[in-house]
């Protein structure tokens, strides 16, 4: 079974609605006709497209929330890419944690790339980002080496293993973005990618002890050792314990280092990208807050950011969005994320998208949805 990252959840996939500008495909091989496309040109008819928003809507609040301030082509865009990571999460957990499904997932991979997607909505969202943004193979492939570390039981004895780990299930998720974005400068993809790992140390210390009851333990297991503290006795009965909260106490210190790196890199962005990326940042990094005003105790409970909250921290998002000015990027990427920038670099010039527009006119429709959402929940 797969750990919980940054785009998983645990809520079932919700159906499929019918397809409504062009018919069902058939399963697809290798061999196989392109598949027949919609009048737009796409792979996705705008049931498919729809399927993939519910996925996120339902799926990752978190996500959802920071989506809705971006640009339309992104944030539709965005949903295709949630959606691929939450299917390939979902087939691995599904068949058991096999190499099995590994394996599946790179075909269906092939045929994306193939412009043969397989039949399904996601797979058909997927391919028409892939041809639209030229997203280069090795950052989905790299989180399917995330999840195959997953069914393999990966260790992290130390924090630069857990470094490698998340680069993939969740570096490679921000380096995506990047693409979606149109952003292919090597600091702001670095810094991308030191976000989406923030993301991951995060949601590792959140999850400590639902890791730790399905006999999971992400924390650097040398941290624990040092503190006189064995990892396999932890895990056959795991309790709140000084060395489990000390430890979760430098990850999210660790994590709030990359959060501040990652910031600077958020200037570089497109404008109306800017403030849906604050506001990520800003709800992860409130769940770590949450996790240190509870001592580093993440076994007895699980930080959560209520609606109320998610709404105040947009706000600053936006604020922060308008105030900021581009930075300097001078620290270099980390080690185990290098390779995803450099999948980057090497990619060949993308199609030219339109202009982005602005935000400004989505921050009213924004503000009276979460109100809404919280008064119906009171």
């Given at each position: 079974?797969?750990?919980d990252?940054?785009?998983?959840?645990?809520?079932p996939?919700?159906a499929?609605?019918?397809?409504v500008?062009?018919?069902?495909?058939?399963?697809?091989?290798?061999?196989?006709?392109?598949?027949?496309?919609?009048?737009?040109?796409?792979?996705?008819?705008?049931?498919?497209?729809?399927?993939?928003?519910?996925?996120?809507?339902?799926?990752?609040?978190?996500?959802?929330?920071?989506?809705?301030?971006?640009?339309?082509?992104?944030?539709?865009?965005?949903?295709?890419?949630?959606?691929?990571?939450?299917?390939?999460?979902?087939?691995?957990?599904?068949?058991?944690?096999?190499?099995?499904?590994?394996?599946?997932l790179?075909?269906?991979?092939?045929?994306?790339?193939?412009?043969?997607?397989?039949?399904?909505?996601?797979?058909?969202?997927?391919?028409?980002?892939?041809?639209?943004?030229?997203?280069?193979?090795?950052?989905?492939?790299?989180?399917?080496?995330?999840?195959?570390?997953?069914?393999?039981?990966?260790?992290?004895?130390?924090?630069?293993?857990?470094?490698s780990?998340?680069?993939?299930?969740?570096?490679?998720?921000?380096?995506?973005?990047?693409?979606?974005?149109?952003?292919?400068?090597?600091?702001?993809?670095?810094?991308?990618?030191?976000?989406?790992?923030?993301?991951?140390?995060?949601?590792?210390?959140?999850?400590?002890?639902?890791?730790?009851r399905?006999?999971?333990?992400?924390?650097?297991?040398?941290?624990?050792?040092?503190?006189?503290?064995?990892?396999?006795?932890?895990?056959?009965?795991?309790?709140?314990a000084?060395?489990?909260?000390?430890?979760?106490?430098?990850?999210?210190?660790t994590?709030?280092?990359?959060?501040?790196?990652?910031?600077?890199?958020?200037?570089?962005?497109?404008?109306?990208?800017?403030?849906?990326?604050?506001?990520?940042?800003?709800?992860y990094?409130?769940?770590?807050?949450?996790?240190?005003?509870?001592?580093?105790?993440?076994?007895?409970?699980?930080?959560?950011?209520?609606?109320?909250?998610?709404?105040r921290?947009?706000?600053?998002?936006?604020?922060?969005?308008?105030?900021?000015?581009?930075?300097?990027?001078?620290?270099?990427?980390?080690?185990?994320?290098?390779?995803?920038?450099?999948?980057?670099?090497?990619?060949?010039?993308?199609?030219?998208?339109?202009?982005?527009?602005?935000?400004?006119?989505?921050?009213?429709?924004?503000?009276?949805?979460?109100?809404?959402?919280?008064?119906?929940?009171?």
């Amino acid at each position: 079974m797969s750990k919980d990252s940054i785009w998983s959840v645990r809520e079932p996939i919700p159906a499929p609605a019918s397809p409504v500008s062009c018919r069902p495909r058939a399963s697809l091989t290798p061999s196989s006709p392109p598949p027949t496309r919609c009048a737009d040109g796409r792979f996705a008819n705008r049931s498919d497209r729809a399927f993939c928003r519910r996925l996120i809507r339902t799926g990752s609040r978190s996500f959802f929330t920071a989506s809705l301030l971006l640009p339309l082509p992104v944030r539709e865009a965005a949903y295709a890419l949630y959606a691929f990571c939450r299917l390939s999460d979902d087939m691995v957990d599904v068949d058991g944690g096999s190499q099995a499904s590994i394996r599946q997932l790179r075909e269906r991979l092939d045929h994306a790339y193939a412009g043969r997607p397989a039949s399904g909505a996601v797979d058909r969202a997927f391919a028409d980002v892939i041809a639209r943004y030229g997203l280069p193979r090795a950052l989905p492939e790299a989180l399917i080496d995330g999840l195959a570390w997953d069914v393999a039981g990966v260790r992290c004895e130390t924090l630069a293993d857990l470094y490698s780990y998340s680069a993939r299930v969740a570096g490679s998720v921000g380096a995506m973005m990047s693409v979606l974005m149109g952003v292919d400068d090597a600091r702001a993809v670095s810094r991308a990618c030191d976000l989406g790992i923030a993301m991951q140390l995060t949601n590792v210390a959140r999850d400590v002890g639902e890791d730790a009851r399905a006999g999971r333990l992400y924390l650097p297991r040398s941290w624990l050792k040092a503190d006189g503290l064995d990892p396999e006795d932890w895990l056959a009965h795991p309790v709140p314990a000084p060395a489990i909260r000390d430890a979760v106490v430098r990850l999210l210190q660790t994590a709030e280092a990359l959060y501040e790196d990652a910031n600077k890199g958020i200037t570089h962005l497109p404008a109306a990208c800017r403030p849906a990326i604050f506001a990520a940042s800003h709800i992860y990094r409130e769940i770590g807050m949450k996790i240190l005003r509870r001592g580093g105790d993440s076994v007895s409970g699980r930080a959560r950011v209520s609606g109320a909250e998610k709404l105040r921290l947009m706000g600053r998002a936006m604020m922060d969005a308008a105030a900021t000015r581009r930075k300097d990027i001078v620290m270099p990427c980390l080690a185990e994320a290098a390779y995803l920038v450099e999948a980057i670099a090497r990619r060949p010039p993308a199609p030219a998208e339109p202009p982005l527009g602005h935000v400004s006119r989505r921050i009213i429709w924004v503000a009276e949805l979460f109100a809404s959402l919280e008064a119906r929940a009171r």
